[in-house]
């Protein structure tokens, strides 16, 4: 099963954490540190295992893929396969990526919540649940539908509304397709901004 | 609820942190926060309550404490919304985890939300059950779980499969009720579900042996086809990652597979048509194929024997280690390591790709890959291995020379043929990275050069050659100035000339050359310049020429600030000054050490051979560190010739002592005198170990080896006579004879010695106590408690324990063995201090526990016969 999976940057910051099994909170932070020192001493084009046993306890195997100024570290045992948990790394990203349109670290650190979102839609309780990113996306899609609250979803409503008025009245036509696509590319970013 | 109120938005929060330029402002703002995130939660203030948990689950990723935010979640997750519902379920899983009694709270509204109308909320719930579900819950849950197993949506019934897991992982007894819904599972088209059934399936497996067997009948063939249809399906989009159909599913199934196929011949005979297609038809040139060919060599290795299968397997790893791909690289090595177990000749084939992969750039490659090669090498390979191995070690990685060197050391003396090659080895060894070779390593070297009696000239000119060009190699200095000490005269004389040799010329002033550079070298420690003390003591008599050139060096070191050099410094200067007609026979070339005693202890102490733990070491008062217990006669050896562990140091010692009553007596000329002369002997040759435990650990290490006579060891009795010829003699002689000797009088060497006592005896056990005491702490007594065995049976678990009053206090040393042979015995020593010494004496209470034939006994008795004084 899988045990954690961090997200950290260059400097060492924490951006996801998430234990799947249970650590107090001092030890999921000295855990961050001791992981990021052996990551920020690897030298470049090394192999992307690490021996964890050191501070993971026995058995425990450590991958990590290191995008721009982000290392995503995956920890697991020896139930899971080392070369699937590289490509699980690159299936995650690769979600993120479509979700944010070329994600970078501010994304991450912004939509913490959105992240944990998806992170629960490909790993749950340390198994690994959906391996398809389009799967994923979709079932993110359904969620950020659902989180819109009705307040919220009006006032969208009422925006695009206005847009596709103002459109329709230079052009003198009324374009309903750009109205549902408006909101199917965008709702899940608006769920999250009213917070 | 209007987003824009009162309150910093979650956006803000972040941006505040992240402008924070120190460590005390970020703690700065998250104080402020989590204060006005408390108001908040005290206000019970509904509308920011999402909000706030967003927050605080930040703030908690920064590692501050949250636990206030705990009872925040359950309130959103009873709330009606979905959006404050997936906050709480979000915070739940990362601020609580299933230790807590808040999370006993939570499960009604998990439970109603399993059954809720809207999916996404199930889905949720599910979530969080997955992830912190705790025994209790597992068991009020398990039959919704069970339920929404065969729910309509696929992504409901996946995360059901998972949840699943977590809950018979908790609750083993669970396991039988999903083996039915389970196994359906298997039948699925959808691949996300499929996977999560098949994991599922794997991990009833795991837990009930019922369910393996069920699965395994019911299932087997199924998976196999399964399989097979996934390895021949045409390309997906969805599921494929470069090119390769679901490499996931496909790791999911072969893993399943093993876990059916181990200890069971008709099911590995079933899947081995698929195994072999899936091996061979896979493509290797991505990282995808070759997660399933390194999963799929897994299974091979795991199920019932095909040979056939596993030649291809182990051929799949050794294409791995020539791919490119570090990783690729790195999991054929672990893999490699746990076949070798399974068939070793077959790894064998790859050795020469292996050792190349010791010389990889990575770190990581290189250790697994020099463990792999330290487990393939065997008498038949050494040669080549070692040779390869060593002459990597020149140009290694520094970090990686220690452990590099470690093999090594371990594979030559392991399976060396002979011993030349074996000298020759280490020579290079320490030539290349003598500064990370073990201690155990060169005294080992040095037992081996001592034993090699045709090789002394030999090894003695190599390390002559070595020196000049490697003098920074500590060990190699040590073994060098040890060697040339010993056998000086076979450098400069080319004694035992072997024909592959190139005749040197060394004189003996460039023999004491080296042994000068050595001491005066400053990077040199303490050891080595002692060492090279000794070696210039006894090259003072084999070259009488350089005698006067050595004094000087000797000299040089009366005023050392080191104790130990100091000491050593003017006791030699004396025999070299004084006692010319003494001199030849007491700095004699060491007796051949005894290999058997020295390999034997080192067994006893090292217990894998691999591992070398690292040297137990004490600090005497005056700085000087020695390395103590198992080697501690070998450095004495080396240094001062007293305690020699074989019989033949007592012959030595009584030789040394009729030469020296022959010269005490010319010089004193009375029968008192003599004695005490012997008496200086004595301490002379004490001095490895300033105060005088060298004696009696001489006796520890006597009494061990010949277990069952400890008390009438020869040394004992030199130190008894010695010590009644001090009573009778007086100082004046001594001083005479060592006249620069001033600091300490030596009559403080030796303690007082008290008689040993029968401490215990039962019909079947006895227990005699000897006693030491280390001089000027008179509080202290060591105790060498000898317990031994008057029945013939075997005594096994043996364990001594006892209990003193408040004023001791009491240390016990490991026993030497616990288990006590029948009429054999075995040895522990107790150090007890004395808090009112000199006004109660020694009490004890013991209880020895051991086992005869597997039946418990147990002796107690009280002990008051001890000594007065102590």
């Excluded at chain 2, 009948?217 to 390769?244: F, H, M, Q, W």
């Excluded at chain 2, 896979?282 to 019932?304: H, P, R, W």
């Excluded at chain 2, 050794?318 to 690289?329: K, P, Q, V």
Aim: net charge negative.
């Amino acid at each position: 099963m899988i045990r954690a999976v961090l997200v950290l940057n260059t400097q060492g910051k924490p951006r996801l954490s998430k234990f799947y099994e249970y650590q107090p909170v001092e030890k999921q932070q000295q855990l961050i540190r001791n992981v990021f020192a052996v990551l920020c001493s690897r030298p470049e084009h090394v192999s992307n295992f690490v021996d964890a046993e050191s501070f993971f306890g026995p058995d425990a195997r450590l991958v990590y893929k290191h995008f721009a100024t982000l290392y995503f570290v995956f920890i697991f045992d020896s139930s899971e396969n080392e070369l699937a948990m590289l490509d699980l790394i690159q299936v995650l990203v690769e979600t993120m990526d479509k979700c944010f349109r070329n994600v970078c670290e501010l994304d991450v650190v912004f939509n913490y919540s959105k992240i944990h979102t998806i992170l629960d839609e490909i790993i749950f309780g340390g198994q690994v649940l959906e391996t398809s990113s389009t799967e994923v996306l979709k079932a993110i899609e359904e969620i950020s539908k659902c989180s819109l609250s009705p307040l919220v979803f009006n006032m969208v409503l009422l925006f695009c509304i206005i847009m596709v008025n103002k459109k329709a009245l230079r052009s003198g036509k009324l374009v309903t397709r750009d109205f549902s696509l408006s909101i199917k590319a965008q709702p899940f970013f608006y769920a999250d901004e009213m917070i | 609820m209007n987003p824009f109120s009162s309150g910093t938005r979650l956006r803000d929060m972040i941006r505040a942190i992240r402008a924070c330029k120190t460590a005390a402002e970020e703690r700065a703002v998250v104080r402020k926060e989590c204060a006005a995130i408390r108001d908040s939660i005290n206000a019970n203030d509904h509308d920011y309550r999402h909000r706030n948990l967003a927050k605080l689950m930040f703030i908690h990723m920064l590692g501050y404490p949250t636990h206030f935010g705990q009872m925040e979640c359950l309130k959103l997750i009873a709330s009606p919304g979905f959006p404050e519902k997936r906050i709480g379920y979000l915070g739940l899983m990362l601020l609580l985890d299933e230790r807590q009694e808040v999370l006993m709270l939570v499960t009604n509204s998990v439970k109603q939300d399993l059954n809720h109308t809207n999916q996404y909320i199930v889905g949720l719930a599910l979530c969080a059950l997955g992830n912190i579900c705790s025994a209790e819950m597992a068991r009020d849950l398990a039959p919704e779980v069970e339920r929404l197993l065969q729910f309509r949506d696929p992504n409901i019934r996946k995360k059901a499969a998972l949840c699943s897991i977590r809950i018979i992982k908790k609750v083993p007894d669970l396991a039988e009720n999903f083996i039915n819904p389970a196994t359906s599972l298997l039948r699925e088209k959808h691949h996300g579900v499929l996977i999560a059934g098949v994991q599922l399936c794997a991990d009833l497996c795991k837990t009930s042996t019922e369910a393996l067997e069920h699965i395994r009948k019911k299932c087997t063939d199924g998976l196999v086809r399964t399989l097979k249809d996934l390895a021949n399906s045409p390309y997906s989009p969805e599921y494929d990652i470069a090119g390769i159909t679901d490499p996931f599913l496909h790791i999911r199934l072969l893993k399943l597979l093993r876990v059916l196929g181990e200890g069971d011949a008709d099911a590995s005979d079933s899947m081995n048509d698929i195994l072999a297609q899936v091996a061979t038809k896979t493509e290797s040139n991505k990282v995808a194929g070759n997660a399933i060919l390194y999963e799929c060599v897994q299974t091979i290795m795991s199920i019932e024997d095909n040979g056939g299968l596993r030649v291809l397997a182990i051929n799949i790893l050794g294409r791995f280690l020539s791919n490119r791909d570090n990783n690729i690289r790195y999991v054929a090595l672990n893999m490699l390591m746990r076949a070798v177990t399974a068939d070793a000749q077959a790894v064998q084939r790859h050795r020469a790709t292996i050792l190349e992969c010791v010389k990889d750039s990575d770190a990581s490659i290189r250790k697994r890959a020099l463990e792999l090669v330290y487990v393939l090498v065997n008498e038949t390979n050494v040669k080549p291995l070692a040779k390869e191995l060593i002459d990597y070690l020149e140009v290694s990685d520094p970090d990686f020379r220690g452990d590099l060197t470690e093999k090594i050391c371990s594979i030559v003396a392991k399976f060396s043929p002979e011993k030349i090659w074996y000298i020759d080895q280490m020579l290079k060894v320490l030539s290349e990275a003598g500064n990370f070779v073990k201690d155990e390593v060169w005294y080992a070297l040095i037992v081996v050069i001592s034993n090699a009696s045709e090789l002394h000239g030999y090894t003695v000119r190599a390390l002559y050659r070595a020196f000049q060009t490697s003098a920074e190699q500590e060990t190699l200095v040590r073994v060098t100035v040890w060697c040339i000490g010993e056998y000086g005269d076979m450098l400069v004389n080319n004694v035992g000339m072997l024909d592959i040799e190139d005749p040197i010329t060394v004189t003996e002033s460039d023999a004491v050359d080296v042994i000068e550079i050595a001491i005066k070298r400053h990077a040199s420690d303490l050891t080595t310049k002692a060492m090279a003390l000794v070696a210039l003591l006894k090259l003072s008599s084999r070259f009488p020429s350089c005698s006067e050139r050595i004094r000087e060096i000797v000299v040089q070191f009366k005023g050392n600030l080191v104790l130990e050099l100091q000491q050593r410094a003017i006791e030699f200067n004396s025999v070299i000054a004084k006692h010319q007609n003494i001199r030849s026979t007491l700095v004699e070339r060491m007796p051949v050490l005894d290999e058997a005693t020295f390999v034997g202890r080192r067994a006893g102490s090292l217990p894998g051979t691999a591992s070398t733990p690292t040297v137990p070491s004490v600090s005497i008062p005056n700085g000087v560190v020695k390395p103590v217990a198992p080697l501690v006669d070998l450095l004495d050896l080396s240094s001062d010739d007293v305690p020699a562990p074989s019989s033949s140091g007592g012959d030595l010692l009584q030789d040394l002592l009729g030469v020296d009553m022959s010269g005490a007596s010319q010089q004193s000329g009375t029968g008192q005198a003599s004695k005490s002369g012997k008496d200086v002997l004595l301490d002379l040759l004490s001095i490895g170990s300033p105060s005088a435990p060298s004696s009696s650990s001489t006796v520890d290490i006597l009494s061990s080896n010949t277990s069952n006579k400890a008390p009438a060891s020869p040394l004992d009795d030199l130190s008894s006579l010695s010590l009644s010829s001090r009573e009778t003699s007086n100082a004046a002689p001594m001083m005479d004879l060592l006249d620069s000797f001033s600091p300490s009088p030596p009559t403080e060497n030796n303690g007082p010695v008290y008689p040993s006592v029968t401490a215990f005896e039962s019909s079947s056990l006895k227990l005699t106590f000897n006693f030491s005491k280390q001089p000027g702490n008179p509080q202290t007594t060591s105790i060498q408690a000898t317990f031994t065995n008057l029945s013939p049976n075997t005594y096994t678990d043996f364990v001594f324990q006892a209990a003193v009053p408040k004023f001791l206090q009491l240390h016990l040393d490991p026993a030497s063995n616990n288990t006590l042979p029948g009429n054999g015995s075995i040895t522990q020593t107790l150090r007890v201090t004395n808090n009112q010494h000199g006004k109660k004496s020694l009490v004890m209470r013991i209880r020895i526990a051991y086992k005869i034939n597997g039946k418990d006994a147990l002796e107690e008795g009280q002990i008051s016969n001890f000594p007065r004084d102590l």
